[in-house]
Nanobody, 121 residues
């Protein structure tokens, strides 16, 4: 069984910073792309940032220059450093990873439970 557990959300004032972390655990054979998505109230879930196993990154235009995604392959973790936060960044942030388990050796898309980020103006 594979799990993704996020941490690091919270309440911050506009202009502040937060760091989200996500740890994958369980019967993991390999992890391909990891990423962060968010869902704001009344909006659809959107990609925030993603990073491949070789550390190639991709960012939503709205966060470029403010957010940085990183990963530690040895620890099966991915992080999102969020700087210069804006009220419009308020959302539930979800960790996502493409994981091949030792049980099936088939790559599946896994999701964390989500962590709330609230940016006050």
């Amino acid at each position: 069984q594979v799990r993704l557990v996020e941490s690091g959300g919270g309440l911050v004032q506009a202009g502040g910073a937060l760091r989200l972390s996500c740890a994958a655990s369980g019967s993991i054979f390999s992890i391909n792309t990891m990423g962060w998505y968010r869902r704001a109230p009344g909006k659809q879930r959107e990609l925030v940032a993603a990073i491949t196993r070789d550390s190639i990154t991709n960012y939503a235009d709205s966060v470029k220059g403010r957010f940085t995604i990183s990963r530690d392959n040895a620890k099966n973790t991915v992080h999102l450093q969020m700087n210069s936060l804006k009220p419009e960044d308020t959302a539930v942030y979800f960790c996502n990873a493409d994981i091949r388990s030792t049980m099936t050796f088939i790559e599946y898309d896994y999701w964390g439970q989500g962590t709330q980020v609230t940016v006050s103006s």
